[in-house]
T-cell receptor, first 117, second 110 residues
Framework: GAVVSQHPSWVICKSGTSVKIECRSL??????MFWYRQFPKQSLMLMAT?????????EQGVEKDKFLINHASLTLSTLTVTSAHPEDSSFYIC?????????????FGDGTRLSIL | GNSVTQMEGPVTLSEEAFLTINCTYT??????LFWYVQYPGEGLQLLLK?????DKGSNKGFEATYRKETTSFHLEKGSVQVSDSAVYFC?????????FGKGTMLLVSP
């Protein structure tokens, strides 16, 4: 149980393109979803937290107009990197949690490797 | 604020060796503690968790005990396998988010 599917797993595109990444909870309802960014050989950096039906909460330093997050249903959240540039190249990982309590674990997708040429 | 400190890697072991990866934390309140594992090119998988002091989380031969007196949650395994080679992240939850350690790479050779 607690499977999170992230798609696509790998994207290569030209500078200036917008890229959408999907995160789906397959066998549970995700009240809260999280988006992280991971640089090579580093830990995960939380970008934003989204609750179903409300606006995402962005971490300090993360541009909300650059990284658009939509959490329209209890099983789907999307991250759109708008007008992507080479510095946006990274490994993006989503996670989902079924409730609001801190003792509930987050379940992670397999990540999306984004390469902007 | 919350923070997690893990031992730096890589940790290099031979198959069947004993593993310890140290993790200590700083937090207000009573956080839950987790270990996640990340295989190359993949996302994170929950390995085990503990939600209160003295709880022991265990899974796939790995164990960790929530020690409030030493603010620690060290990961142990009695006999590692080559397939355990991965990066291990210690994390604590608080204020609805996870705080991760920097990760410890484990390399197990045959």
């Amino acid at each position: 149980g607690a499977v999170v599917s992230q798609h696509p797993s790998w994207v290569i595109c030209k500078s200036g393109t917008s890229v959408k990444i999907e995160c789906r909870s397959l066998d549970f309802q995700a009240t809260t979803m999280f988006w992280y960014r991971q640089f090579p050989k580093q830990s995960l950096m939380l970008m934003a937290t989204s609750n179903e039906g409300s606006k995402a909460t962005y971490e300090q330093g993360v541009e909300k107009d650059k990284f658009l997050i939509n959490h329209a249903s209890l099983t789907l959240s999307t991250l759109t990197v708008t007008s992507a540039h080479p510095e946006d190249s990274s490994f993006y990982i989503c996670s989902a949690r079924s409730g609001d309590r801190d003792n509930q674990p987050q379940h992670f997708g397999d990540g999306t490797r984004l390469s902007i040429l | 604020g919350n923070s997690v400190t893990q031992m730096e890697g890589p940790v290099t072991l031979s198959e069947e060796a004993f593993l310890t990866i140290n993790c200590t934390y700083t937090a207000t309140g009573y956080p839950s503690l987790f270990w996640y594992v990340q295989y190359p090119g993949e996302g994170l998988q929950l390995l085990l968790k503990a939600t209160k002091a003295d709880d022991k989380g265990s899974n796939k031969g790995f164990e960790a005990t929530y020690r409030k007196e030493t603010t620690s949650f060290h990961l142990e395994k009695g006999s590692v396998q080559v397939s355990d080679s991965a990066v291990y992240f210690c994390a604590l939850s608080g204020y609805s988010t996870l705080t991760f350690g920097k990760g410890t790479m484990l390399l197990v050779s045959p």
